[in-house]
């Protein structure tokens, strides 16, 4: 900015540039400089949408069973980083999303940190996950709970490599700088409670008859099993229950509230007719889907996401998306939701 024509009193760009200068100096800044952009009119996710396909990162998960022992990782886990958030460990700006695979005869040690998790078994049986003293056996399609805080470890006594896929509020926990993680002295802790034990007890229409006060902020369940879940959306579907843009869906619950099963995170199985065409949706939750079943491709915004068994795919906040299906077709997805909701910052457009 050339100054030397301009009266010094009415150079108002070179006077503001010098009164920035001024107070940086003490780390401040003026506020109506970037105001626009802190406050947007709508949200701008800095996320973009992306499918990682399961041929790709089936090949590259075996591999890494060569490069690395579930021992020596402790999770042996390969990250889906959102293309538009590299380096960051995140699928979308408040989750992490990862492939975890455990070969025959490995073990992945117990531990607990603040994260919650989830785990949604893509591939191979014979695999378990012990929570909070329950062994919970893996099949294709279960939806696994561990919830904040709780031990945690994994095995694989089959014969068959278990890939599945892991969604943490990790970037969430991060976010608000209050992470901690503990390991135990066991490698694999004691598991009292058997395979559908707390699916049996708390989620069969009856309740123990005590308190069930520590199950009021995440649901006592650990694993929600495609077994049962499917038949119901199946049900739904039969029925004609089918909203034109979510098909015929289920909320994952909390038996002893109603609620979602965590905190953090909340998730969903849908199933699809052949031909669907959803309408548009738009919501505030950036949202992780997985194709349980079936082919189709997924519009958001002016990108299409073509879909198959086992792919994963993020449909980022405030993007418009529909979904449209090639044949009948099952997604699990999984969100922010709750968290948002909690907040009072949940929105959606129809
Ligand atoms: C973790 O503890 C597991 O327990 C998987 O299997 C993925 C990603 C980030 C942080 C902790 C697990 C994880 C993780």
Redo the contacts with the bound molecule.
Sequence with gaps: MSVATVDPKHNVTGNRQAFYDKISKKDLAPLWEVLRSVVTKEPKSKCAPNVWKFDDVRGLMLEAGGVISAEDAE?R?LVLENPALRGQ?RITNTL?A?M?LIMPGEI?EA?K?V?S?I?FVIEGEGAYTAVEGEKAQMSRGDFIL?PNWAP?D?GNPGKEPVMWL?V?D?PTVNHFETSFMEHFDEKAQNTSRGDGDSLDRYGSGVLPDGSLQEFVRRSPVINYTYARTKPIVERLMKAGDIDPRHGARVRYSNPVTGGHVMPTMGAYLAMFPKGFKGKDYQSTDSTIFVCVEGHGRTKVGDKTLEWGPNDVFVVPSWHKYAHEMKDQAVLFSISDRPAQEALGFWRERL
């Design positions: 999770r886990v460990s992490f990862g975890q992945a531990h940190h994260s998790a785990r561990t945690h994994h892991d943490l990790m």
